[in-house]
């Protein structure tokens, strides 16, 4: 008996290392993402991999984690020698990524002159740390401001406010005029989501949140930022519980009239409206209002870059290098991009005519004003850093703080917070 | 012949058992018990005390994700816990919530059980139905009761704008006392038909000639209630309080997926800290020095649960 159990287990246990060995040994490049667990990107992701396999012949298999999972997996797969590849990786938390051993410097396997040949020079900055290439642009934008059309109409609102007043007129209007909306999507909910909406204000109001490494999160300027936003919950202009998700939808469904996105906006809206595809013409891309009129817009720098990892894989013709070339080759990045609703990294991508005639994703790249940086890319701490700012903005919206109270007491945590990570 | 003489001397020895040679039968079966016992005991070693002692000897180091390795900073992750007046104010939350939570549960659980325990029309049906929230996945539940919250769409503002009571929807779940509420709510749901359950088998071992004859005595029902009742549930009752506060410590799921330990900190308890600085914020030594104490608040309840059962055994 106890042999039929040794043979069965040892049976077991060798068909599992087969399979194991087998599984890894047929896969040429592995692919670590989150687009293919997403439910709307899933079949534009195999549909390249299949591609690349098809022109090359080499297979790849995809390692799909959640959005938020992405950094902390590619830690402990860095620690455990399971490193990936190819990793796309969110291009704010590049900074995090390329502290990683082992991530390639792609100047050295394309070449620093072929890749600003291929890219245009903002786009390529994407993927530069410390004058190190760690990544290639996949598809990029910004974070800006988006309005409804249709909201506007109802509100009888006719163009898109200029000014931080004249943008605080158009959100009464809407309340008033347009029945139980949230006149401004503004993340109320989520850390993540509040911290992107109170920099956005916070630069538009003339301040920072770091600056030289140390946190001016109580200057004068950013504590004005905190007082309007908390202002706009204070008089129904925005709302509690509102998160990216949220807004999203009450945008579609035509209940706000404003909130801040990534290009992917227009997608969100016509999946939401049910009204089909021609609801895209109702939305707006808009420069941020500015305090005063004739001031310099801001947007934060948005897009997903290509990393790869690996000593293996830093010649231009291994399989990940390949992969990666296949992933931004014109017709695989032009479709995704457009179906995606974002603008293509590679110069050859944004002039097709299926970019360039796109008039949202022109008058998007118009509107962005001057894209800068996500303040908390860099630190190492940024998701410590970023659960401090959202508690303290989510105290000031909700009234539970004073403006004043929540910037000083967000100032003093950021400091321990920072000082805790060197 | 002398060789003969002495074969004849010798006495036999007795062929002995394996089992009598090792101690009698009161050994082996000692040792049986104790071989029953080794699957057991390798589980809770793997599952449970080698990842306990882990993270009490990494409570000990600063060790984010960023890091190469650990780095041994002796009792400064505890420094900085007790100095972090966020994480004091999770002990206070969860103090909170695990009192509202375990005194409305069984508060309500000896209720229903009152109830389900008197002879009417569709008693049982009462009491299947009854169990539904218990079987209903936690979050599952949350999300029921997150709609019910909702400030746009949830059934208490609806409600409370028909009847004129409010002007304008009121987000419950960002207010601090709201979103606590809402959680004690929903904790509470889930777990009065455990206490019910618990309760009504107290209360079918009860004496019925004991209640007849208090009556006959012109004892009233609170008078029942509080001389013969209670008193007779009173092994019942420590064993839900204990059995509560454990289960209540421990909670996370509903909260997670009702507020996520918000507004701001209104609802972080101490297992909504652990996982924030875990799985959020990469910082392992914090989370294991949090969760060190965390189990540090578990422990007496749960002590004093165990010896309440060996006393029953004995």
Known sequence: MLKTVKKVALL????????????????????????STEEVNKP????????????????????????????????????TNTLPDVMQVQARLLPTIAGINGIVDL?????????????????????????????????????????????LAKAGIDSPPATVADFRNALIKIRDKVPNSVPYGMATKNNNSIVLDYMIWVWTFG?????????????????????????????????????????????GQEASGFYFDPPIARTFAVDFSGKGPSYGANVLPMFTPTLAAGGTPTSIQWGHVISI?????????????????????????????????????????????????????????????????NTLASLSNG???????????????????????????????MVKAMAAAN | MAADAATVATPPVPR?????????????????GMLLLVPALVAFCGVILLPFAKALGLSLFKYTIDMDGPEFIGLGNFARVLGDAAVRGSFVTTLVFVGLTTACSIFLGLVWALIMNQPFRGQSALRGVSLLPWIMPATVAAFLWGWIFNARFGLINAASLQLGLIDFPVAWLSTPYGAMAAVVITKTWLSIPLFMAFFLAGLQSM??????????????????????????????????????????????????????????RATTVLSVQVYRLAFEQWDIGMAATVGVLWVATIMPPAYFYLRHLMKGVE
């Open chain 1, 383 to 413: 998701a410590a850093v970023a659960n401090v700012i959202g508690e303290e903005v989510q105290a000031a919206v909700l009234g539970q703080k004073t403006a004043e109270v929540a910037a000083r007491d967000m100032q003093a945590r």
């Open chain 1, 107 to 151: 100047n050295q396997v394309y070449g620093q002159k072929n890749l600003e040949a291929m890219f245009p020079p903002a786009m390529l900055a994407f993927g530069n740390v410390d004058g190190k290439q760690v990544a290639l642009p996949w598809i990029g934008g910004t974070i800006g401001m988006v309005a409804n059309k249709a909201v």
């Open chain 2, 207 to 264: 004496d019925q000639e004991q209640i007849d004859a208090a009556r006959a005595d012109g004892a009233q029902n609170w008078d029942v209630l509080k001389d013969h009742v209670i008193p007779h549930l009173r092994p019942v009752l420590l064993v839900t309080v204990v059995l509560g506060v454990i289960g209540n410590l421990q909670h996370f799921d509903t909260i997670w997926a009702l507020t996520a330990g918000g507004p701001v």
């Open chain 2, 16 to 32: 002995r058992s394996s089992h009598a040679r090792r101690g009698g039968l009161k050994a082996a079966e000692r040792r049986f």
């Open chain 1, 44 to 79: 534009r992701i195999k549909a390249m991999e299949e591609s690349f396999t098809k022109a090359t012949g080499l297979t790849v298999n995809s390692i799909g984690y959640a959005w938020g999972e992405m950094v902390k997996n590619a830690f402990l797969r860095g620690r």
């Open chain 1, 12 to 35: 077991g246990m060798t068909s599992m290392l087969v399979m194991q060995a087998s599984t890894s040994a047929a896969a040429d490049v592995d692919f670590m993402n989150w687009s």
């Open chain 1, 309 to 373: 990892f690996g000593a293996k894989n830093a010649k231009p013709d291994s399989p990940a290098a390949k992969f990666a070339m296949h992933l931004l080759s014109k017709d695989t990045l032009v479709d995704y991009a457009s179906f995606s609703g974002v603008l293509p990294s590679t110069t050859a991508g944004q002039a097709d005519p299926k970019i360039a005639n796109d008039s949202y994703l022109a008058t998007w790249a118009k509107h962005a004003g001057t894209p800068r940086r």
């Open chain 1, 207 to 251: 301040g920072d949140i770091v600056t030289n490494g140390k946190p001016v999160v109580d200057s004068k300027e950013a504590t004005a930022a905190l007082k309007f936003m908390a202002d706009l919950v204070k008089d129904r202009l925005a709302a509690p519980e509102i998160d990216r998700p949220d807004a999203r939808r009450l945008f």
